[in-house]
Nanobody, 115 residues
Framework: QVQFVESGGGLVQPGGSLRLSCAASGSIFSIYAMGWYRQAPGKQRELVASITGGGSTNYADSVKGRFTISRDNAKNTVYLQVNSLKPEDTAVYYC?????????WGQGTQVTVSS
């Protein structure tokens, strides 16, 4: 059974930065493509960034140049560096495999961008 635990969210002013972390249980973490997703109030959950086991990355157009996804397979952890934050980035951020497995959703971490 794989579980993901997200952390690192918080309240930040526009233009600020955060580093989100996702710790994964399970010894086969390194073979999964992983994604960071977010869900804003009243909106559907969306994929914002993904990374393959080999480190290839993809980003949603709305976050390109501002967000960076990375992974440390030795630590079973995937990261999302979020810079130049905007109020529209406010959401609960989740990690999961890419594509996501329904049973693997964690609690997420709240990111609020407000002055």
């Amino acid at each position: 059974q794989v579980q993901f635990v997200e952390s690192g969210g918080g309240l930040v002013q526009p233009g600020g930065s955060l580093r989100l972390s996702c710790a994964a249980s399970g010894s086969i973490f390194s073979i999964y493509a992983m994604g960071w997703y977010r869900q804003a109030p009243g909106k559907q959950r969306e994929l914002v960034a993904s990374i393959t086991g080999g480190g290839s990355t993809n980003y949603a157009d709305s976050v390109k140049g501002r967000f960076t996804i990375s992974r440390d397979n030795a630590k079973n952890t995937v990261y999302l560096q979020v810079n130049s934050l905007k109020p529209e980035d406010t959401a609960v951020y989740y990690c999961n495999t890419s594509p996501p497995y329904t049973g693997f959703w964690g609690q997420g971490t709240q990111v609020t961008v407000s002055s």
